[in-house]
């Protein structure tokens, strides 16, 4: 059983930046996609990037490509998610989540492909 563990939310100004962690101390994650969702108040959670197992492909939402980057250090068994520019929009509970294997092509697939997944951890950015 794979433990994800996120760190790194908390309180943001508009424009500012918070770098999210995913770690897991169990096994490496040199084998797994890497997925990062966000689920705002009332809604649901849907992804905004990832980063593939194999190639290290990287894909971002809409609303924070140019904003956001994905990134891995397999040596650490960690994953980043680095936000800049941050709008009161990007406001809600940020997981990672961990896909045995998965190599996409385009786009991140959604949460339902996802094996394994981190406790989350609050954003809040301020206007």
């Known amino acids: 059983q794979l433990q994800l563990v996120e760190s790194g939310g908390g309180l943001a100004q508009t424009g500012g930046s918070l770098t999210l962690s995913c770690v897991t101390s169990q096994y490496t994650l040199e084998y797994y996609a890497i997925g990062w969702f966000r689920q705002a108040p009332g809604k649901e959670r849907d992804w905004v990037s990832c980063?593939?197992?194999?190639?290290?492909?990287?894909y971002y939402a809409g609303s924070v490509k140019g904003r956001f980057t994905v990134s891995r250090d397999n040596a650490k068994n960690t994953a980043y998610l680095q936000m800049n520019s941050l709008t009161p929009e990007d406001t809600g509970v940020y997981y990672c989540a961990a896909d045995l294997f998965g190599d996409y092509e385009g786009t991140c697939p959604d949460k339902s492909e996802y094996d394994y997944w981190g406790q989350g951890t609050q954003v809040t950015v301020s206007s």
């Open positions: 980063i593939n197992a194999n190639d290290g492909r990287t």
